[in-house]
């Protein structure tokens, strides 16, 4: 970790920022193509749905 070897110094230590926040935004479900459906999926599992 960064943070703790003193690579990186926090600046604002009283704030924090959200980890592996990702949103998928995407017109529609009903034309969404295959592909980005197995991406999405794949993101998911990944990250954790939440």
Known sequence: DDLAS???VQLVPQ????VNT??????S???MAPKLRS???FL???LGAA
Request: net charge neutral; no cysteine.
């Open 44 to 46: 998911a599992a990944a």
């Open 29 to 31: 479900r009903q034309y």
């Open 39 to 41: 991406f999405i999926d």
């Open 6 to 8: 003193g690579a990186l």
């Open 15 to 18: 704030y924090s920022a959200p």
């Open 22 to 27: 990702l949103f998928a935004v995407y017109t």
